[in-house]
């Protein structure tokens, strides 16, 4: 399947491939696409995290957390990485306190000059290793 959303990836637009990719469809091919893009208009695959699609930002929700919720993955790890991705994403009122190291990482990753795939392929392993440790913190509470 198609996954589609805005170039110039940061937090919510690595995170959301990284949660398909491992938990939802592990042959998803993803596409960027310029912010002025009509979102509205796209009939080839499902958008993510663009403005006003299912798969975006509602109330405090980042794009990852309506994913979570639309295709039912309740893993307390893969929650609190939500919780994670939110804060780094967005300014929730109770942001975790993990998230604004993660938007350093996501910042960082965007100065390298690096393409849009080229950031996934290197930022996974990030998440891999958030994810191992979400599941380590999920297990002691």
């Keep these: 399947m198609k996954w589609i959303t805005r170039e ?13 990719k491992n ?15 009509d979102w509205a208009k796209i009939s080839d695959g499902i958008v993510f995290d663009v403005p ?7 109330g405090e929700d980042v794009s990852f957390n309506s ?19 939110r804060a780094a994403d967005s300014y929730p009122a109770a942001p975790h306190p993990a998230g604004e ?11 390298l000059g690096l393409t849009d795939h080229e950031i996934l392929e290197r930022e996974f392993a990030v998440y891999d290793a958030l994810y191992a440790e979400c599941k380590r913190r999920a297990a002691r509470s």
Excluded at 8 to 19: G, N, T, Y
Excluded at 52 to 58: A, D, F, I
Excluded at 101 to 111: E, M, T, V, Y
């Design 8 to 20: 110039k990836i940061k937090v919510d637009r690595v995170a959301c491939p990284w949660l398909i």
């Design 23 to 37: 938990f939802i469809d592990q042959d998803a091919q993803f596409i960027f696409h310029s912010h002025d893009t």
């Design 52 to 58: 006003k699609c299912e798969l975006g930002h509602h």
């Design 67 to 85: 994913i979570l919720k639309k295709y039912q993955l309740t893993d307390p790890a893969l929650v609190l990485l939500g919780e994670i991705v």
């Design 101 to 111: 190291g993660l938007r350093w990482i996501a910042n960082g990753f965007g100065a």
